[in-house]
């Protein structure tokens, strides 16, 4: 069965409600310490009557056998009693007890003297156990009479020759106890209202920095300012560790939306370009050029290039999506030298001007993805040739070293600014906009070869020196196994926001 909490305690806050769970706790605790206190005085006070009440009867019995008589003529009226007042049992003289003997007489039990103000009528099955001999335990008078009494036998020249009833008035115990029933209640009720008043000053301070992350958060939602933080209290507790968790998370937050967009706006700018281009040879054709067979083939061939570029920008988008989700590769024995021939041969159409060589080239074989190991190797072969004036090189090369294989693109290009290395494995960067934009780049080949660098276990380097030229290596470790594959997600970096 399911726990609902009552309307009333949902909609508190839940500053309210740990109030009044300690307050109630608190409440719950106090009243067994009360019970518990009032129950132990109670005894306390029940056996000092008790203690009082056999000490009489003790005094009684030493009393009567003191005075060497015999019983009748020592229990005959009231002297008996005058004598238990009397000097030698003066510890005894203040108090209040009531006492009744009973004594046998010619095999009759008589009651034979009592100083008693009241009708103190014996209880039968007590006085029997003191006729026999044994001394029960005090109890109070059922008739309501606020009376405690004992009953214990009376001996001569041990034997037992009658008992006494011994009773003492609880009127100052019930009266002492109901004054500390008072006590306990009133003092109860003062504490209870002292400990809600501290528990909602406790709980008010405890949630200040609470308070202070709603109100930065609600700041945040409000002015849509993710560069707001929470002020870190200077307490080092789990308060303090909550906001600095929550300032990270803000942080980590306005740099991934800072990131999203940027990168919105640099998709809408590459579809825009072609996008534009293919409008603009429309534009042509609808003027008349589909009557013109030279420029309808100009435009046409235009309209499938800025296509084609299309296509490769969703499927670069693609892949990059599909390795965030943790797309399983196909592991196989791959032979990188065989590798590097066909990506040298599928370049060479592209070098326009430039010269392509094949440098160091290793035997060497890897465990890995043959389709996106040559992806990557295409990537940066295509990088190379666009960044490379006629007239330059791109040299493909494969050498092996502390147990990795490393393949290398070099090329004597523009080379890359220091301030832009750190950036150019991020999305749709480019170091030089306007000439990689001419040149179809989208600033999406970098990050996928950093994607299939590390998701076979290996790294991408970059080296570079302006005016003189670039080499990109991807090292991969020959000896790993699929199955000790890093776990396949892609986690792009982001650039600091200028």
């Not at 235009?302 to 590769?329: P, Y």
Request: no cysteine; net charge negative.
């Amino acid at each position: 069965m399911k726990f609902t909490e009552p309307p009333y305690i949902a909609s508190m806050s839940l500053r309210r409600r740990l109030t009044i769970s300690y307050v109630g706790f608190f409440a719950v605790a106090l009243i067994f310490l009360d019970i518990g206190l009032y129950l132990i005085v109670r005894q306390a006070l029940l056996s000092s009557i008790d203690n009082e009440l056999r000490l009489g009867a003790q005094l009684l019995q030493q009393e009567f056998d003191a005075s060497n008589q015999q019983p009748h003529g020592y229990f005959d009226g009231e002297q008996w009693l005058v004598r238990l007042r009397a000097p030698q049992v003066q510890n005894f003289e203040t108090t209040s007890l009531i006492v009744q003997a009973f004594l046998f007489e010619n095999g009759e039990l008589q009651k034979r003297s009592s100083d008693a103000q009241v009708n103190l009528e014996p209880n039968p099955a007590l006085l029997q156990s003191a006729l026999d001999g044994t001394t029960p335990d005090p109890i109070v008078n059922k008739e309501g009479l606020g009376l405690r009494e004992l009953y214990t036998p009376v001996l001569f020249r041990g034997k037992v020759i009658g008992a006494f009833q011994i009773a003492r008035s609880m009127k100052s115990t019930d009266l002492a106890l109901k004054l500390l029933f008072y006590a306990l209640l009133g003092g109860g009720v003062i504490v209870l209202l002292a400990a809600a008043r501290g528990g909602d000053w406790l709980t008010r301070a405890a949630f200040r920095p609470i308070d202070e992350v709603t109100r930065t958060a609600q700041s945040i939602v409000r002015a849509e300012d993710l560069s707001l933080r929470v002020p870190v209290p200077p307490t080092q507790d789990e308060l303090q560790r909550l906001t600095i968790t929550v300032n990270d998370l803000l942080a980590r937050l306005e740099v991934l939306f800072s990131a999203q967009r940027r990168f919105v706006a640099d998709v809408s700018h590459e579809l825009r370009t072609p996008l534009a281009a293919m409008q603009g040879n429309l534009e042509v054709l609808d003027r008349g050029a589909a009557r013109d067979p030279e420029l309808l083939a100009e435009s046409l061939a235009d309209m499938r290039r800025e296509v084609a570029r299309l296509i490769r920008m969703a499927n670069d988008l693609l892949l990059l999506a599909q390795s965030e989700a943790g797309i399983q590769l196909h592991y196989e024995p791959v032979e990188l030298d065989t590798l590097l021939l066909e990506v040298h041969r599928d370049l060479r159409p592209l070098t326009g001007g430039v010269q392509l060589h094949i440098g160091e080239e290793d035997q060497i074989v890897v465990q890995g993805d043959r389709d996106r190991l040559k992806q990557a190797l295409l990537n940066l072969g295509i990088n190379a040739l666009q960044h490379t004036a006629p007239g330059g090189s791109v040299t493909l090369s494969l050498a092996q070293h502390d147990g990795v294989a490393e393949l290398s693109v070099a090329d004597t290009g523009a080379g890359i600014a220091a301030e832009d290395v750190p950036h150019i494995f991020e999305r749709f960067y480019r170091a030089d906009r306007a000439r990689s934009r001419n040149r179809g780049g989208a600033g999406l080949g970098l990050p996928i070869v950093k994607w299939i660098a590390e998701a076979h276990g290996g790294q991408v380097h970059v080296t570079s020196t302006p005016g003189v030229g670039s080499r990109f290596s991807i090292t991969l470790p020959i000896e790993l196994q699929p199955e000790a594959m890093p776990a396949l997600q892609f986690v792009h970096s982001v650039a600091a926001p200028s």
